[in-house]
């Protein structure tokens, strides 16, 4: 396996499958990992915590890094290149073009320009990786939602895949900040996922799964319809930690 940290340093393979990810990995970024191994010649994991989409500076100081131990995870799983860019790699002094593919429901609303710099970095390694295929978490449905969108009006050749969201036993969907929680603030995190999945069925899921929320406050909870899938998605704080979470309602991600 190899690590890159430059773009001279990546070479263009047929028949490559990329995995962006911003480190920190868990089981979640393994199930891509194995995905794309399984079908594909070639498998990229992109390592870089994208600045542009954080809307809380401390949120960025804050995100978890461990590149050594990622590269470790990423090597067992097969794969054959790791692309870690610094920031000024990808956004070098002048930078000023950005990809606006339009705000996704309240996940957009709540968090004013992530999506912008989710879909500007995307767009960015699949340029610089040219993929054949993409892989992302269900979890992140509002984040599919919207590169599948300029993936499309843009004419990007590579197929976004989705695989299903990973949880822990006690049905906390795994994330990367889900280490800051502490013991309680943890069995509180449990009401979001055990509301969505209550709602499922109702005749108003909405209302069904925020009546089910044992006291936690949600930014958001909605409907999405996400061309093959429509989602009950909903985004909440505990303590200083902000989770999202959504279950399938109909259809299924392709």
């Given at each position: 396996?190899?690590?890159v940290?430059t773009?001279?340093?990546l070479?263009?393979?047929?028949?490559?499958?990329?995995?962006?990810?911003?480190?920190?990995?868990h089981?979640?970024?393994v199930?891509?990992?194995?995905?794309?191994?399984?079908?594909?010649?070639t498998?990229?994991?992109?390592?870089?915590?994208?600045?542009?989409?954080?809307?809380?500076q401390t949120?960025l100081?804050a995100?978890?890094?461990?590149?050594?131990?990622?590269?470790?995870i990423?090597e067992a799983?097969?794969v054959?290149?790791?692309?870690?860019?610094?920031?000024?790699?990808?956004?070098p002094?002048?930078?000023?073009t950005w990809?606006?593919?339009g705000?996704?429901?309240?996940?957009?609303?709540?968090?004013?320009?992530?999506?912008?710099?989710v879909?500007?970095?995307c767009?960015?390694?699949?340029?610089?990786?040219?993929?054949?295929?993409?892989?992302?978490?269900q979890?992140?449905?509002?984040?599919?939602?919207?590169?599948?969108?300029?993936?499309?009006?843009?004419?990007?050749?590579?197929?976004i895949?989705?695989?299903?969201?990973v949880?822990?036993?006690d049905?906390l969907?795994l994330?990367?900040?889900n280490?800051r929680l502490?013991?309680?603030?943890?069995?509180?995190?449990?009401?979001?996922?055990?509301?969505?999945?209550?709602?499922?069925?109702?005749p108003?899921p909405v209302?069904?799964?925020r009546?089910?929320?044992?006291?936690?406050?949600?930014?958001y909870?909605e409907?999405?319809d996400l061309?093959?899938?429509?989602?009950?998605?909903?985004?909440?704080?505990?303590?200083?930690t902000r989770?999202?979470?959504?279950?399938?309602v109909?259809?299924?991600f392709?």
């Amino acid at each position: 396996m190899k690590v890159v940290g430059t773009i001279a340093e990546l070479e263009m393979v047929p028949g490559t499958g990329l995995v962006p990810t911003m480190g920190a990995l868990h089981d979640g970024h393994v199930a891509l990992l194995r995905a794309a191994r399984q079908e594909n010649r070639t498998v990229v994991m992109s390592l870089f915590v994208n600045p542009a989409q954080f809307d809380e500076q401390t949120d960025l100081d804050a995100y978890p890094r461990d590149e050594a131990r990622d590269v470790e995870i990423a090597e067992a799983e097969g794969v054959d290149v790791v692309f870690a860019p610094t920031a000024d790699e990808l956004y070098p002094p002048g930078f000023a073009t950005w990809v606006d593919a339009g705000e996704m429901g309240a996940e957009g609303a709540a968090r004013p320009g992530h999506f912008r710099g989710v879909a500007t970095v995307c767009l960015k390694l699949f340029n610089l990786v040219h993929p054949e295929r993409a892989y992302f978490g269900q979890k992140d449905a509002q984040q599919i939602a919207v590169i599948r969108r300029f993936v499309r009006d843009l004419n990007v050749p590579v197929e976004i895949r989705v695989v299903p969201t990973v949880r822990d036993p006690d049905g906390l969907a795994l994330s990367s900040r889900n280490g800051r929680l502490s013991a309680e603030e943890r069995k509180r995190a449990l009401g979001l996922p055990r509301a969505l999945a209550s709602a499922v069925g109702e005749p108003d899921p909405v209302a069904a799964a925020r009546a089910s929320l044992n006291g936690l406050e949600p930014e958001y909870v909605e409907l999405l319809d996400l061309g093959d899938a429509r989602v009950l998605a909903a985004a909440i704080r505990v303590g200083s930690t902000r989770l999202i979470d959504n279950v399938l309602v109909e259809g299924e991600f392709e």
